[in-house]
T-cell receptor, first 117, second 114 residues
């Protein structure tokens, strides 16, 4: 149980393209999902907290107009990188906090590798 | 963004050796977690610690939540080749009903030579 999927697993796009990444909790419901970005050989940095039915909360320095988050249901959150540029190339990872789990649990997705040419 | 200090940055060991890594913070956390990340994958939870002073084991892994709530260590005994990966600590604060964000450590790269 507690499986989180991400789609796509890998995307290569041209500069200026908008890219949508989906994060799904497959066997549980999650009111809260988190989006992280990880550059090569670096740690995971929290970008935003996504709450079902309300606006996402962004971390300091993360542009909300650049990284659009929608959490329309208890099992799906999407991250759209608007007008992607090469510096947006990174590994994007989501996690989900189960409704019925322990307070501190987050289950991570397998990540999405974004390469912007 | 905020990060926890993790050491060592990397370790290169022989199969069968024991490994120890730690994580320190200037801030107090209510929960400490240890994750392992394989290349191109998301992190996988290894051990969660919920009380200061708590010592918890999971197979060959042992982790402790520091008394000051500002540090934690992870030990791996009798390492095997599949232990290779990047290990991250993460601290979590509870804001009484608010969302519980994770702050990740800088990571420890473990390489195990057969």
């Amino acid at each position: 149980g507690a499986v989180v999927s991400q789609h796509p697993s890998r995307v290569i796009c041209k500069s200026g393209t908008s890219v949508k990444i989906e994060c799904r909790s497959l066997d549980f419901q999650a009111t809260t999902m988190f989006w992280y970005r990880q550059f090569p050989k670096q740690s995971l940095m929290l970008m935003a907290t996504s709450n079902e039915g309300s606006k996402a909360t962004y971390e300091q320095g993360v542009e909300k107009d650049k990284f659009l988050i929608n959490h329309a249901s208890l099992t799906l959150s999407t991250l759209t990188v608007a007008s992607a540029h090469p510096e947006d190339s990174s590994f994007y990872i989501c996690s989900a906090d189960p409704l019925a789990g322990k307070d501190n649990e987050q289950f991570f997705g397998p990540g999405t590798r974004l390469t912007v040419l | 963004g905020q990060q926890l200090n993790q050491s060592p940055q990397s370790m290169f060991i022989q199969e069968g050796e024991d490994v120890s890594m730690n994580c320190t913070s200037s801030s107090i956390f209510n929960t400490w977690l240890w994750y392992k990340q394989d290349p191109g994958e998301g992190p996988v939870l290894l051990i969660a610690l919920y009380k200061a002073g708590e010592l918890t084991s999971n197979g060959r892994l042992t982790a402790q939540f520091g008394i000051t709530r500002k540090d934690s260590f992870l030990n791996i005994s009798a390492s095997i080749p599949s232990d290779v990966g990047i290990y991250f600590c993460a601290g979590q604060l509870h804001y009484g009903g608010a969302t519980n964000k994770l702050i990740f450590g800088t990571g420890t790269l473990l390489a195990v030579q057969p």
